[in-house]
């Protein structure tokens, strides 16, 4: 009996630790997506409140696009644009972009681009968060 309560202890611990581990790293979550137009253009990913409060966001793209400005929405009514001027080539990542005013509830994102494309393929954007 004793050994049995013991595993269950050292298991509970185990798996107390990785969920403190996971939480200490910051995963990064999935906010939103967005296939963008062709030519010069103004997307925005409207992200819902479940997703709780972020500290640093980071931009992946699947195909070509010219980012030129990104701008952070905040459930309170203020907003932060990043400077982000970035060309990405198909599945690139931005750098980790930090959020200035600690941890706050993103409502949109909205983005400035264009696209060369020739491939005629429309690039997707992802957004993810991390708190």
């Known amino acids: 009996m004793k050994g049995i309560k013991r595993i269950k ?3 509970l ?11 200490i790293s ?3 979550e999935h906010l939103g997506t967005r296939t963008v137009q062709f030519g010069l253009d103004h997307d925005k990913i409207v992200v819902t409140a479940k997703e ?3 500290a640093k966001l980071k931009i ?3 195909g070509n696009l ?3 400005k990104v701008k952070v929405n905040f459930r309170n009514g203020t907003s932060q644009i990043l ?4 060309n990405f080539v198909k599945g690139a990542n931005s750098k980790v972009l930090d959020l200035k005013g600690g941890k706050r509830v993103i409502q949109s994102v909205d983005f400035w681009y264009d ?3 020739r491939s005629r393929r429309r690039a997707i954007v992802h957004v993810y968060g991390r708190h």
């Open 9 to 11: 202890l050292f298991a």
């Open 52 to 54: 709780g409060r972020f």
């Open 115 to 117: 696209t060369k494309n």
């Open 26 to 28: 910051g995963s990064w």
């Open 66 to 68: 010219n980012l030129h």
């Open 60 to 62: 992946n793209v699947n």
């Open 13 to 23: 611990g185990l798996l107390l630790m990785g969920s403190m581990t996971s939480m």
């Open 83 to 86: 400077n982000t001027r970035h």
